[in-house]
């Protein structure tokens, strides 16, 4: 019962911050900052002083203009309590009939007031305006200690994780490179996605530092042959692959890829798992497999056929046309595309809006989603692991990549 209660007043304190319903505080009561239901206030700052007298109605009245002020969402059972202290210092104990049982958030805040019983209105106002005065400074404190807070940036060297405002962004941070992707940057990805999955944020967001998103995986991948040979170097590189993959498939939140610059290959392919793509206009769209005698991965083989259907895939997956991000769009692998000169300023709004929704309704929407066909996917990432690891063998594939870094391909 508490959760459902607990559940029904985040939905109602979300409504009232849009605006649609400010019902849920009382009239002249001060709406709470919006925008920030997900934070918790730490049990130590909810103290209320039930002896300290003597709060005038001035001090009240400076408290419910602070309560406006608030940079943090308190959390439901202080909203509860705020409302309740608030009824009781300028109405008296509860006057009004208990709402029905079906009820739930009205009958939540009648339970509050009425749990109040006698206590006299100046106590009441009193432990209103220190409540408060208790959240205030926890609100100040932590917003100074945010930025230390939000670089979360962990041990990393090729990719930068950063989280705020409900928001963890992965970034490819190879610019020098065109964000190829070297193997320690496809470990660096995963252990980031891992940690995106069990933070707090709502969206997690890849990108890439620089003019490029990503020119897909490093060549010189192919060059560090083990002592153990070519062949071990294919499997432990399909390995590889087979596992970066099958993050991106069991990802368990909204997962957007900002797609800044040009993208080749598997930075690609992966963008068919991922839930909403982002284009700058100077962004295009390149699998050169065929080129480079390799065959599609990340499941491209299974969603751009779904995605654009069969000829349009076989255009891009067989044959290596290269899509503008009009294309792209046209196309549906890409959500919405944007002016280059806007690109991160509309891009990044929209998405802070997005991470406002309730976190647990996307994530679940998402899951719904993907959960259909989660093991065909991963049927697929196995099989196009294994017939990459035979190509990476081939003499089509090795003289490719010889041709790369003798000057000769330049795509
Ligand atoms: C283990 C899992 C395997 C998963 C299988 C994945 C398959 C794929 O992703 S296939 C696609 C592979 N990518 C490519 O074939 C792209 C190769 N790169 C290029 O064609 C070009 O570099 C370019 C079109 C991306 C950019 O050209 P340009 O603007 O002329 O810039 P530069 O070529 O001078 O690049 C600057 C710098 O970066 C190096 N570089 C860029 N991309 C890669 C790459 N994919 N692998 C290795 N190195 C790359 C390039 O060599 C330059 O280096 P320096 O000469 O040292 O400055």
Excluded at 115 to 134: C, F, H, I, M, W
Aim: charge should be positive.
């Amino acid at each position: 019962m508490a959760g459902v209660v607990g559940r029904l007043i985040r939905c109602w304190c979300r409504r009232a911050v849009a605006g649609r319903s400010r019902s849920a505080l009382p009239s002249g009561h001060p709406a709470l900052h919006p925008g920030c239901c997900s934070l918790k206030v730490p049990a130590l700052q909810l103290h209320v002083s039930k002896t300290a007298m003597g709060a005038s109605q001035k001090d009240f009245e400076n408290a419910m203009n602070q309560v406006k002020l608030l940079k943090e969402d308190p959390g439901n059972e202080v909203k509860l309590k705020l409302y309740a202290l608030y009824k009781q210092a300028t109405e008296g104990p509860c006057n009004t009939p208990k709402p029905g049982v079906f009820d739930l958030i009205n009958k939540a805040k009648w339970e509050a007031w009425n749990a109040l019983g006698s206590l006299p209105k100046e106590t009441a106002r009193q432990n209103y305006v220190d409540l408060v005065s208790g959240l205030s400074s926890s609100s100040d404190s932590s917003s100074q200690a945010k930025p230390e807070a939000d670089r979360k940036q962990a041990e990393y060297e090729t990719v930068v994780m950063t989280s705020e405002d409900g928001i963890t962004k992965i970034m490819l941070n190879r610019p020098a490179k065109k964000n190829a992707l070297t193997e320690q940057m496809y470990q660096e990805i995963m252990l980031a996605l891992e940690a995106a999955s069990k933070d707090d944020s709502t969206i997690t967001v890849l990108t890439g530092n620089g003019d490029y998103y990503s020119s897909g995986n490093d060549l010189t991948n192919f060059t560090n042959i083990p002592p153990e040979g070519v062949e071990a170097k294919a499997k432990n590189s399909a390995i590889l692959l087979r596992n970066f993959v099958g993050s991106f498939i069991d990802f368990p939140k909204p997962l957007v890829a900002v797609v800044n610059g040009p993208a080749v290959g598997i930075s690609v392919t992966v963008l068919g798992l991922f839930d909403l793509v982002y284009a700058t206009d100077r962004a295009t769209f390149h699998t050169p497999f065929s080129h480079l005698g390799q065959t599609p991965e990340g499941c491209s083989s299974y969603t751009f056929p779904k995605i654009m259907g069969p000829a349009k895939a076989a255009e891009m997956l067989i044959f290596g046309k290269k899509l503008t991000a009009g294309e792209a769009y046209a196309q549906g692998l890409v959500t919405e595309v944007f002016p280059d000169s806007t690109f991160q300023k509309e891009v990044w709004t929209r998405l802070k809006a997005y991470s406002k929704l309730p976190q647990n309704a996307l994530r679940i929407s998402k899951q719904i989603i993907r959960s259909q066909e989660k093991e065909k996917l991963h049927a697929v990432n196995a099989k196009e692991s294994s017939i990459l690891q035979e190509r990476w063998l081939s003499s089509e594939c090795m003289n490719a990549i010889m041709n790369f870094f003798s000057q000769k391909a330049k795509l």
